[in-house]
């Protein structure tokens, strides 16, 4: 097993409805795992095109209950790949994503709701 350490910053909650019972949000999400097949010698970390992800293991690391989600790529897509001499993977990208959030709207407009974002990874 690898073990995949993972901080997520959100940018934006850029809305919220009501009538769908979700919400949008803009996210950072970084993960940083150690890949000894990827060890190279030197002192400074190396930073790669991230149209290279697709040549690395990378978790598949997914958001719960997302309607639908997408990478921004202006003008190309916002990943970061940085290896580093011992073979740790620094990983980030910025993802858009609209959450299902169940809202109880009975005491609208002195209600007050709790929406949730989480992430989890596929294990086989």
Known sequence: PVSVGMSMDIASIDTISE???DYTATIFLRQRWT?????????????????????LWVPDTF????????????TVENRLIRIYPNGTVLYAIRITTTVSCSMDLTKYPMD?????????????
Request: charge should be negative.
């Open 19 to 21: 009538i769908n019972m």
């Open 35 to 55: 890949d000894e097949r990827l060890c190279f010698d030197g002192n400074k970390s190396l930073s790669l095109d991230g149209r290279l992800a697709e040549m």
């Open 63 to 74: 958001i719960v209950d997302s309607k639908r989600s997408f990478l921004h790529d202006v």
């Open 112 to 124: 007050k709701q709790t929406c949730t974002l989480q992430l989890e990874s596929c294990k086989t």
